[in-house]
């Protein structure tokens, strides 16, 4: 029988309450199996037409800064509780970058918030959570918002 351990966790962060319970439950399992936290914030860029009319300029920074202050917390957080933590804040598609990522740093599990919505912006936007689960070739933990249950 062979030991399954993790000890590279990929946590991807949004800035929403989900993402916070998420890092916590990251955070919380990292530290008592000793593994690696990559914390990945991952802000989804405006499009094309919002950048060309300005709208929605002042929301973008203001997720942007919400986003970095929720990781550098969590960085915290981790290094206080002398967990290892790697940390990247990008630009792009979640399910893309979360998975690049994890590639990337030989990731054992993927940790990721989820939150209920609705039928038709789960059908006009996607589910990150879901995607993952049903693509990633990593273990993959979704943590509900303590709000949603």
């Known amino acids: ?16 309450t989900g993402s916070e319970r998420a890092l916590e439950v990251a955070i919380s399992l990292a530290a008592s199996i000793h593994a690696q936290i990559i914390l990945l914030g991952v802000i ?15 929301e973008a920074s203001r997720a942007r800064a919400d986003l970095e ?4 917390s969590a960085e915290r957080i981790a290094r206080d509780q002398g ?10 598609d979640p399910e893309k970058e979360i998975e690049r990522k994890s590639e990337e740093a030989s990731a054992d599990l993927i940790v990721v918030g989820h939150r209920d919505i ?9 589910s990150t959570s879901e995607t993952l689960v049903r693509k990633s070739q990593v273990s993959i933990l979704v943590v509900h918002d303590h709000h949603s249950l």
């Open 1 to 16: 029988m062979t030991s399954t351990t993790f000890k590279r966790i990929l946590v991807g962060a949004n800035g929403t």
């Open 83 to 92: 967990v290892d933590v790697v940390t990247e804040i990008i630009e792009g």
């Open 69 to 72: 202050k929720q990781v550098r």
């Open 44 to 58: 989804v860029p405006l499009s094309a037409e919002t950048q060309a009319e300005g709208f929605g300029l002042e």
């Open 118 to 126: 609705g039928r038709v912006r789960r059908w006009l936007e996607g």
